[in-house]
């Protein structure tokens, strides 16, 4: 009897622990592929769709009478691909929200991030940050103070930010380029990518809004203007803008640098 028990006893101990051995392996190298139908975990198109069916939301976003553009499918395209460009992000900073130093960023200081929208809302996982470490704040030029929120039906929400001080996507994209831990760009440096890579696209879209009119790319102008850093490495605040003489903007070249 003794021995029966402890024979039974065995084969438990095999199944339970061997079972996890069998099954695991044959689906895949990785946990995530025990669970999930793609790889990385991104949502399945039945997921999405379940998705979809619980937000109970239009697929057209609702009215916002501060943007006359909200509906523009030809602009909506624009943005994103501005939201995938990482040559709108600045350098890197090192500090956190305090402005206290922090050990790293996405770059070393003073360097280039190379970070667009997507890369701590990536719409492959629910617009959320899966990059940043150690992972409970997000990483840009430095570190954020809280995580990146996911970005599924924002056009939908009524307020931005964990905080909620922001009542538009436009006004919340301005402060985040603007942010000396997030983008650290500046509304010039932004003026000055669109004119040098987005030029006619934009003007055709937004031909009475303001964009600059040099007539002239920025690396045509570079010696007329501010370098993105200074001595040091410190982030330039007149990145971009001329280089002053006198304390005035140069009359040569007549045109580009106003």
Request: charged share 20%.
């Amino acid at each position: 009897m003794d021995r029966s028990i402890r024979r039974i006893r065995s084969l438990f101990w095999c199944v339970l622990f061997l079972a996890p051995i069998v099954v695991v392996p044959a689906c895949g190298d990785s946990l995530d592929s025990a669970f999930c139908e793609t790889s990385g975990c991104i949502f399945s198109t039945r997921e999405w769709e379940t998705l979809k069916s619980l937000a109970s939301v239009p697929e057209a976003p609702p009215p916002d009478p501060s943007n006359k553009y909200y509906n523009n499918a030809d602009a909506a395209r624009l943005g994103q691909q501005f939201y995938f460009d990482p040559r709108f992000s600045g350098t890197a900073t090192l500090v956190d929200t305090l402005g206290r130093p922090t050990q790293y960023a996405r770059a070393d200081k003073g360097e280039l991030t190379n970070i667009s929208c997507s890369t701590c809302h990536d719409p492959k996982r629910g617009g959320g940050d899966f990059t940043s470490i150690p992972g409970h704040v997000s990483v840009g030029a430095g570190w954020y103070d809280v995580h990146a929120q996911r970005t599924v039906n924002a056009a939908n929400y009524d307020l931005l930010y964990w905080n909620g001080r922001n009542d538009s996507l436009w006004s919340q994209i301005a402060a985040v380029t603007e942010s000396n831990v997030s983008m650290s760009s500046g509304r010039l440096k932004v003026a000055w990518v669109i004119n040098d890579l987005y030029h006619d696209t934009y003007k055709a879209l937004f031909g009475n809004e303001p964009i600059l009119e040099t007539g002239k790319k920025s690396s045509e102008l570079e010696q007329y203007l501010e370098p993105a850093t200074l001595d040091g490495g410190m982030p330039n605040p007149r990145a971009g803008q001329c280089k002053l003489v006198g304390g005035l903007c140069p009359t040569s070249p007549p045109i580009g640098c106003r």
